[in-house]
Nanobody, 127 residues
């Protein structure tokens, strides 16, 4: 059974930082890319960052690339998303999702390209 378990969310003050984790199981981790998406209240879900576990390449959405870092621990089948200098507009439910990287990753963001989704973790940034 494929599982993606997102964790690490919480209430943080503006200017702070947070590390989100996505623990994966049930598929060959190295053959997949893991993406982080977020959905703010009243808005559509958007891509944040993605990492190809096969070659380690990372991809970031322009809106957040200066303040986020994605990394992967292949030994633990876990992907991390570090968010720095948090702003109230970062308040959202953050989801991790997995897609096969065997045939390449471009385009990066369309949600329909992701095969599996986690349940999401809430991040709330207070001003």
């Amino acid at each position: 059974e494929v599982q993606l378990q997102a964790s690490g969310g919480g209430l943080v003050q503006a200017g702070g930082s947070l590390r989100l984790s996505c623990a994966a199981s049930g598929f060959t981790f190295d053959d997949y890319a893991i993406g982080w998406f977020r959905q703010a209240p009243g808005k559509e879900r958007e891509g944040v960052a993605c990492i190809n576990n096969d070659d380690g390449r990372t991809y970031y959405a322009d809106a957040v690339k200066a303040r986020v870092t994605i990394s992967s621990d292949n030994a633990k089948n876990t992907v991390y998303l570090f968010i720095y200098n948090l702003k109230p507009e970062d308040t959202a439910v953050y989801y991790c999702a997995a897609r096969s990287s065997v045939a390449g990753l471009h385009p990066i963001w369309p949600e329909y390209l992701y095969d599996y989704w986690g349940q999401g973790t809430q991040v709330t940034v207070s001003s």
